[in-house]
């Protein structure tokens, strides 16, 4: 128990001295790749922390399978050889192209030690380090794995983001997303944390406010297309009569329902969603 006490101490001293940093990028590439001191527990725990880091950021992951792919054959014999030393570590980094390497080790003291710890490649340091004493036969579920890399990595990794475009057919039209005022149309990309649902709404005096909900995926843009509809518009113009009248031949109370009803507000819309590339 002394020394988990000791380990996590270290750790929370080295995380708190980064934190004072600037967040750095959150598309920087990062290697994931494992150490082992002659333990056999929790296996392949790497490879799930490099999973999850592809589901939870938007950092560009290299795990061991794409650094053999990449002609790196003998990577976990020379993570072996490192035997966890920084600077060894940074040097593999550098080879495989990562920003960074998260260094996840399973060694054991009685208990077993499940470490992850960043390298920075160009400072060829620890930047941060956790620990956690684990039994013997445990197995961690992803939400233990995921509080691991949520305390190692930096919280602006784990902020997701995506774009929503709005074209509107009538300039000089207010935009709300999610009920908030974001201009006039043309507007510019909107930024929103992602994934997410956002109301879309458009309005302009004269005209049927359009209204659309859209879900914007991680590091992607949806494009909204709001066609207006003039309210002065004669009744027997509009789409939506079209559909109405054609319910007669079926039933001429369905017609009459719904030309009963107020006149529709809402317009289809055409979203499109599309990854974006930096």
């Known amino acids: 128990m002394t020394l988990r006490i000791a380990i996590i101490a270290a750790a929370v001293t080295v995380a708190a001295a980064f934190s004072a940093r600037a ?29 999850l880091l592809r589901k939870l950021t938007s950092l560009r992951i290299i795990d061991a399978d794409d650094a053999r792919a990449a002609g790196a054959e003998h990577i976990d014999a020379d993570v072996a050889q490192c035997a966890g030393e920084p600077r060894c570590v940074a040097a593999i980094g550098r080879r495989l192209g990562a920003d ?57 990794d784990f902020l997701r983001y995506g774009t929503i475009r709005i074209a509107a057919n009538v300039a000089g039209a207010r935009v709300f997303v999610g009920g908030m005022p974001r201009g006039t149309t ?26 659309a909900s859209v879900e914007v995926p991680p590091d992607a843009a949806v494009q909204v297309h709001a066609a207006l509809e003039p309210t002065s518009r004669a009744w027997y113009q509009k789409w939506w009569v079209a559909a109405i009248a054609g319910t007669v031949a079926a039933g001429a109370v369905t017609a009459a329902v719904l030309l009963s009803r107020d006149e529709p507000t809402t317009v289809p819309a055409d979203v499109r969603a599309f990854e974006l590339r930096f």
């Open 23 to 51: 967040a750095p990028s959150p598309k920087r590439a990062v290697a994931v790749l494992e150490f082992r001191g002659g333990s056999t527990a929790v296996p392949d725990i790497a490879r799930r922390a490099a999973t």
């Open 100 to 156: 960074e390497v998260l260094l996840v080790g399973v060694s054991e003291f009685g208990d077993v030690i499940l470490t992850l710890q960043r390298v920075d490649v160009r400072r060829r340091a620890v930047v941060a380090r956790v620990a956690e004493a684990l039994a013997r036969d445990a197995s961690p579920d992803d939400d233990d794995v995921s509080d691991y890399l949520r305390r190692v990595m930096p919280r602006s």
């Open 186 to 211: 043309p507007v510019p990309p909107i930024r929103v944390r992602a994934p997410g649902r956002y109301d879309i709404e458009v309005r302009m005096p004269g005209y049927a406010a359009f209204r």
